[in-house]
């Protein structure tokens, strides 16, 4: 098992133990492999769920730029609803596993199709 896949099986953990829901494997792989080398820098990997200015990077870069949202209250709401369901005492709230439920939440998957 490469390095990847031990991060993949580590974010499906999180998604079921953490987050209460069964991944789609084949979705969270898409969107592990979407980060590119992100998801091996231990500062790059995860998502400070109380830093604005970080919640304001996943939205432009990821929801607006990636999935192709247009601006609007509703992308905010949405990334606070994700960690308030990953659990904001949650040290570590990987990338992969934010960029996962958005994706889930708005129904974007075609973008990984």
Same mark, same amino acid.
């Given at each position: 098992m490469g390095k990847r896949d031990e991060w993949i099986a580590k974010y499906a953990d999180d998604l079921t133990n953490k987050c209460g829901m069964t991944p789609d494997m084949d979705l969270l792989t =898409?969107?592990?492999?979407?980060? &590119? $080398?992100?998801?091996?820098?231990?500062d790059a990997q995860t998502?400070?769920?109380?830093?604005?200015?970080?919640?304001?990077?996943?939205k432009n870069n990821f929801l607006m730029k =990636?999935?192709?949202?247009?601006? &609007? $209250?509703?992308?905010?709401?949405a990334i606070h609803k994700v960690i308030e369901v990953y659990g904001k005492s949650e040290r570590n709230k990987y990338r992969a596993v934010?960029?996962?439920?958005?994706?889930?939440?708005?129904?974007?998957?075609?973008?990984y199709g």
């Open positions: =898409k969107v592990t492999i979407g980060c &590119g $080398p992100s998801i091996y820098n231990a998502v400070a769920g109380s830093q604005e200015s970080e919640l304001e990077l996943v =990636k999935l192709g949202m247009a601006d &609007g $209250p509703e992308l905010m709401e934010v960029y996962y439920m958005l994706t889930k939440h708005f129904g974007k998957e075609a973008v």
